[in-house]
């Protein structure tokens, strides 16, 4: 498969903030734009990179570490809550957008990522040409799993060992990292020991999530995929279920032997689906 080279740069937004993007692909081809999950130490490289590499030969790819995360500027004061923290972040994505002048976008969004894709669905739809949720919440009343419990409460044993731990609960085979999983453990480390990473991280889980009812999914009607790892311990399936009765077009992919982690376990499958998926609407 060929693969493209990244390119790294801040963009800025209002308030003397930036985002850190990375990017793919020649301005003017389709775009899009990948939206990470939450975690401690995440960025839009150790979610995307592999894909974004990989797509980069036919598309405009588009990862932002999101607001807070990585290498982007953080909230100050930190807005407590999820669907709190959702509104900032998405806003800052949508200047992010705009600065960049993409006019119009195929979300591909992860776990958080694909709350925020779908956010962003009701508040631009002008702007989305097509939706890609992979292992996302957004159904009300969902009870955490252990595995989410465990990325939720890492701050209690914030170490190396305890990001290793959290790291392998992300994907099925517990092997896929081989002999690497205490070295992206500390890689991750970097981050995490920035003192706003720790604040966010704490302001944003708590009773009230972003969640969508069955009316707010029938308004997004656009062409959506679904997908999620039949041995996800992080986001339940039946999260995925859900979404797919609902959003008026959706079409719902179950990947087996896969965890929470989609576009890495089972990353050249998933750049396949997408895609096809992306290349059905021309």
Known sequence: MTTTTMRVEDVAISGGRHLRVIQTGEPGR?????????????TAASNWREVVE??????????????GFGDSSHPDPQPQGFAAQAEVRIAALLELVDALGLE?????????????????AQLRPELVERIVLMGSGGMPGLEPTPGLIKLITYFDDPTVEAMA??????????????????????????IVRRPWIEAGHRAMFGPEMLSFTPEDLAKIDMPTLVVHGRQDVIVPIECS???????PQADLYVINRCGHWTQIEQASRFQEILRDFVASGN
Not at 30 to 42: D, E
Not at 54 to 67: E, Q
Not at 109 to 115: D, E, F, I, L, P
Not at 241 to 247: K, R
Request: proline share 4%.
């Open 165 to 190: 731990e959290l790291l392998i609960q992300f994907v099925h085979d517990k092997n896929a990292f081989g002999a690497r999983v205490e070295e992206v453990a500390a890689e991750r480390m970097e």
């Open 30 to 42: 389709p775009a899009l734009l990948f939206l990470h999950g939450s975690g401690p130490g995440v």
């Open 241 to 247: 279920y859900y979404l797919a009765e609902h959003l």
């Open 104 to 120: 119009k976008v195929v979300l591909v969004g992860n776990s958080m990522g694909g709350m925020y894709s779908l956010r962003i």
């Open 54 to 67: 990989g797509l980069g030969d036919t598309f405009h790819c588009v990862a932002p570490d999101i607001l």
